[in-house]
């Protein structure tokens, strides 16, 4: 069963910037979707980002222009660039990725954006 471990969550004050990552433990293949979602307290789960099966991305309209997703050439790794950050982007980030037919999750990593 292939695992996936998020890392690069914090604390950043508002117009900061952090960089999340999310690698996967010995996949046989790149899985396809793959991105990030979050959930902050009290709502449900969103995306943020993913790749596509066709390989292009989606950003949830609240985050373009200030976040990017990325792959390694591998494509076990995805990252996520997070610019200009705003108290609303404080939530528990998620990365999934589905293999074949399954769909794996991370376990989390924390973002808070505060002064």
């Known amino acids: 069963q292939v695992q996936l471990v998020e890392s690069g969550g914090g604390l950043v004050q508002p117009g900061g910037s952090l960089r999340l990552s999310c690698a996967a433990s010995?996949?046989?293949?790149?899985?396809?979707?793959m991105g990030w979602y979050r959930q902050a307290p009290e709502k449900e789960r969103e995306l943020v980002a993913t790749?596509?099966?066709?390989?292009?991305?989606k950003y949830a309209d609240s985050v373009k222009g200030r976040f990017t997703i990325s792959r390694d050439k591998a494509m076990s790794t995805v990252f996520l660039q997070m610019d200009s950050l705003k108290p609303e982007d404080t939530a528990v980030y998620y990365c999934?990725?589905?293999?074949?037919?399954?769909?794996?999750w991370g376990q989390g990593t924390q973002v808070t954006v505060s002064s």
């Open positions: 999934t990725g589905t293999y074949g037919s399954a769909s794996v």
């Open positions: 010995s996949p046989r293949y790149p899985a396809i979707p």
């Open positions: 790749f596509l099966r066709d390989r292009t991305k």
